[in-house]
Structures are given as structure tokens and as C-alpha cells.
């Protein structure tokens, strides 16, 4: 018995198509061209059904080199795991087939060498433009498919001294509105929780809001810096900033740590006015929020929100199962409104660099009701 593989059947080419239809290449061409005036009606019948019985797929990469147009477009990854990423990537891909793009999706995996070599690659296969949602990535690594070079659009965060459009989540508004709601909502300790920043500008920003909304509440500010009194007398709440790296569990575990520590001395009645501190954690997005979920049910278990509130920047599904408060992200079209930027330039806009930051909404659950 034969145990050679079989052979994957010939594609049909053109030039199969051409002798099949009795014509030459050239007529075949602007058929595939829709140039059907120059072609006769019988000549033109020929052609269909040649196609038709050789099941011929034109190759429309080949076609559109030669036309100086491939239809395709890059976007890199930093995270694909993150529900933010997945739902900006649905309206990235809503938009090309609104628009007749394909995108190439290369993911990153939060690591800033391999953003560096999918970029390199996507400048092989010829891109007409590129999305970037990037970790690490550098002005100089961007610059060969930003200024002067192949259209960019950067999602989320910018890079320093990279000109060139971006869109994303307006981060200081965001941070605004999430900080007003816990100090409205009567929250004396108010925890900032966030990834490393200092080479995230989208981060950064949403740190310095915070820092900036508890510094100028007219009580005791951020980090426990004193400002006075606050409206009517009142002492303002506290704010302090926590780093939890998750990609180190060693750094992860002492900064719950620390917060643990934090949440237990606000469960402890105060001695003097016999109340208990109310405690908020803010988390910069849903990664985060979710690491602190977990840690918190696994302490203090199900009823864990009787002890600290949790509010969020991302609407993860998970977010209303469990009462948190959140700030939604407008994602689906964070993606679509990207797309559309590169669209119009690959079609030759020459417009001064446009951000657009769109709004957040607040979201408000059982979590910073209680």
C-alpha cells in the first residue's frame, strides 16, 4: 500500500484562464480590472466561463503590488490577553471590512524586542499603514513607519518625540472622574493601584490625575501630605499611589502586602471618634483590578467588599458579576476611529497630528455604594 502524500491539486493561473477562454493575458487583466467596455460581450462570456470551470481565485496581494496597493495593514499588540486590547481589536476589524482592509495582527506578548522585530516584519510585507498598542516601543524603533515613512496610529499612549495621530480613552478625565466619585462617596484612604508607569504615558497620566484630584481636595492629599481643612471643616481623604508590577510575583506579593496591612488598620475602630476608616482601591485598569479581586477574596473571602471598595478603569464582564465600579472605556470605538485616522492617511491626508480622546462613563455598582 502507497504511502506517498497526495499531491495539493494545481491552482488555475492566468495564463490557464487566458487559454481556456481562447484570449490573451491582457483581456484577462481587465476583466479582473472591471475595464469592461474594452471587451466585447461574447468575449467577455468567454472569460466568465473559463473562470468558472478552472474555479480560478485571483491573487490579489500580486495585484495589488502591481497596482502599488495591498490593502493591508499592520497592528501590533502589547497584550492580547487584556480585555481592552480584544475589544479595540473589534472595532479595528468592523472598520477594515467597512473599509476594504485586511489587518495583519501580530501580538507582543509585553515584550518591548518583540515589538521591535514584528515592527521590522511588517515593514517587509509591505503595510500600507499600522496601529500600534504598544508596551515599549520607542521613537526611533516607530519612526521608519511614522514620520516620513510607512502611516501610523497609536492606540491608548503616545511616544515621546513621535508625531502622528492617536486615539484612545481621554486618561486624565478618567482619573478625574473616578477620584471625585470615591471622595464624593465618602472614602477617607483612597489606594491608586497601577503597573509601572514611567514609560507608559497613558499611565502616567492616569497617576498624575489622581495625585492632582487628592492634592487639591483641601485635606490631607496624597501620599499623606497635609493641605488643611477641607469644605466645612471636614478632613479630606487620603491618597497614596501602589505599583503592582504583574510580572513580578515577588514585587506583586509584597505590595498586597502592603495593602493588606492598610486594609486591616481601616477595619480597626479609631480610637477617639470610635469610626472605622473607609477604604477605596482605585485600579488602573482591568489586569489590575483583577489581580486585586482575587487576592481580596482569597483573604478576606466572598463578602471582601464589606471590608474595601474596588473601582476600575475597564469594564471587564467579570466587573458586573461582582459589583465593582467601573469607568467603560469606549473600545469598539477607541478601534474604529483608529482605522478610519489610517485610512484617510494612506489616502494622502496631510493634516497636522490629531488626537482624539474620547470620554469614559462611571459605571456605579454595589462596590462603592456600600
Not at 468575449?43 to 496597493?69: H, S
Not at 482619573?175 to 471622595?183: D, M, Q, S, V
Not at 513580578?248 to 506579593?253: G, I, K, L, T
Request: aromatic share 4%; hydrophobic share 40%.
Amino acid at each position: 500500500m502507497s504511502t506517498t502524500p497526495l499531491a495539493a491539486p494545481r491552482r488555475a493561473t492566468i495564463t490557464d484562464v487566458a487559454r481556456e477562454a481562447g484570449t490573451g493575458k491582457t483581456s484577462i487583466s481587465r476583466y479582473l480590472n472591471g475595464e469592461m467596455s474594452v471587451l466585447s460581450p461574447a468575449l467577455r462570456a468567454r472569460i466568465e466561463a473559463a473562470i468558472e470551470r478552472l474555479d480560478y481565485q485571483p491573487n490579489q496581494m500580486a495585484r495589488g503590488l502591481k497596482r502599488g496597493r495591498n490593502r493591508l495593514i499592520g497592528m501590533l499588540l502589547a497584550d492580547l490577553t487584556n480585555p481592552y486590547t480584544v475589544e479595540v481589536l473589534q472595532g479595528v476589524e468592523a472598520a477594515c471590512q467597512a473599509l476594504g482592509l485586511m489587518p495583519l495582527i501580530c501580538h507582543a506578548a509585553n515584550e518591548v524586542e518583540m515589538e521591535r522585530r514584528y515592527l521590522q516584519l511588517l515593514t517587509t510585507y509591505r503595510v500600507e499603514g499600522v496601529i500600534v498598542n504598544a508596551l515599549g516601543v520607542h521613537e526611533e524603533t516607530l519612526r521608519p513607519v511614522g514620520e516620513g515613512g510607512i502611516p501610523a496610529v497609536l492606540v491608548d499612549r503616545s511616544v515621546d518625540g513621535l508625531v502622528t495621530d492617536m486615539v484612545g480613552l481621554d486618561n486624565r478625565a478618567a482619573a478625574e472622574l473616578g477620584t471625585r466619585h470615591l471622595l464624593e462617596s465618602g472614602f477617607d484612604d483612597i489606594w491608586f493601584v497601577v503597573q509601572p508607569f514611567e514609560q507608559v504615558s497613558s499611565r502616567q497620566l492616569r497617576e498624575a490625575a489622581f495625585r492632582e484630584v487628592m492634592s487639591g481636595q483641601g485635606g490631607e492629599g496624597h501620599d499623606g501630605g497635609t493641605s488643611g481643612k477641607g469644605e466645612g471643616g471636614k478632613r479630606g481623604a487620603r491618597g497614596h499611589t501602589l505599583v503592582l508590577n504583574l510580572a513580578e510575583p515577588a514585587a506583586v506579593e509584597r505590595a498586597l502586602a502592603e495593602l493588606d496591612r492598610a486594609i486591616d488598620a481601616a477595619g480597626a475602630p479609631d480610637a477617639a471618634t470610635r469610626k472605622v476608616t473607609r477604604l477605596a482601591l482605585f485600579a488602573a485598569n482591568a489586569p489590575v483590578a483583577l489581580r486585586l479581586a482575587l487576592h481580596l477574596k482569597a483573604r478576606y473571602g466572598a463578602d471582601w467588599q464589606a471590608r474595601v471598595a474596588l473601582l476600575s478603569i475597564d469594564d471587564p464582564e467579570w466587573a458586573e458579576l461582582t459589583g465593582i465600579t467601573t469607568i467603560r472605556q469606549p473600545t469598539y470605538e477607541i478601534g474604529y476611529r483608529a482605522v478610519e485616522f489610517l485610512h484617510e492617511r494612506i489616502d494622502g491626508v496631510q493634516t497636522t497630528a490629531r488626537d482624539c480622546l474620547l470620554p469614559g462613563e462611571l459605571i456605579v455598582r454595589a462596590s462603592t455604594s456600600r
